[in-house]
């Protein structure tokens, strides 16, 4: 079992940063990945980005790509999201998730989830 705690959500303004935190613990280790999803108001679950865990091996949604950066800190078991350059319709409340193996771009492929936190950019 591994245990997700994700926070550092908040309000912006268009332009602005947020870090968003994910602290892991139990069975964390090099053959978990993590991953970040959003979820706006009336929408489903989408992929934003994933890393393997203890390496530089990322991958990005595109509407992220050059503006959100995916990190971890196996010292740490925390896993980041560095988000430059926010828009209003990055507004959505972010998800932390791990599983085995490597990233899927499908919510449902994850197996374990934090709280989620909010993320509001206002224009």
């Known amino acids: 079992q591994v245990q997700l705690v994700d926070s550092g959500g908040g309000s912006v303004q268009a332009g602005g940063s947020l870090r968003l935190s994910c602290a892991a613990s139990?069975?964390?280790?090099?053959?978990?990945?993590m991953a970040w999803f959003r979820q706006a108001s009336g929408k489903e679950r989408e992929f934003v980005a994933a890393?393997?865990?203890?390496?530089?091996?990322?991958y990005y949604a595109d509407s992220v790509k050059g503006r959100f950066t995916i990190s971890s800190d196996n010292n740490k078991n925390t896993g980041y999201l560095q988000m430059n350059s926010l828009k209003p319709e990055d507004t959505a409340v972010y998800y932390c998730?791990?599983?085995?193996?490597?990233?899927?771009?499908?919510?449902?492929?994850?197996?374990?989830w934090g709280q989620g936190t909010q993320v509001t950019v206002s224009s």
């Open positions: 998730a791990a599983k085995n193996g490597w990233y899927s771009l499908v919510a449902k492929d994850w197996a374990y």
């Open positions: 139990g069975r964390t280790g090099i053959r978990l990945s």
């Open positions: 890393i393997k865990w203890s390496t530089t091996n990322t």
